[in-house]
């Protein structure tokens, strides 16, 4: 989330994706805002009441003033889609920083 606030983003869209294993999750897709702050404990919350497991269901977080939304899906991937390539290229080195070096052009240059 640090990501974000660095940004000056304070408010996001939290929704929950279909899980089958988990019928009292009536609310798939809707979108919830949530203060950034509140983002571990509301899904913490989710998990606790409804059955909902971060792991192995699906999580989108859409920042309410930026254009990306972050999936934290099924697969334990974290996914970023945005149409703004300084969105992309500020998130690719964020986590380049961090050392994950793992994007196709990465890749080339270690080759």
Not at 77 to 91: G, M, R
Not at 94 to 105: L, M, S, T
Request: hydrophobic residues 35%; proline residues 5%.
């Amino acid at each position: 989330m640090s990501l974000l606030t660095e940004r000056g983003i304070s408010d996001v869209a939290v929704s929950f994706g279909f899980t089958p294993d988990a019928p009292q999750q009536d609310d798939v897709g809707v979108g919830y805002t949530v203060p950034i702050g509140d983002v571990r404990s509301f899904i913490a919350e989710r998990e606790r009441t409804k059955g909902f497991r971060l792991d192995l269901f699906d999580c989108w977080i859409e920042p309410l003033t930026l254009d990306a939304r972050f999936c934290f899906c099924n697969d334990r991937d974290v996914h970023v889609t945005s149409d703004s390539v300084e969105v992309l290229d500020s998130i690719r080195a964020h986590w380049r920083a961090k050392g994950f070096n793992g994007y196709p052009d990465d890749l080339k240059k270690n080759a």
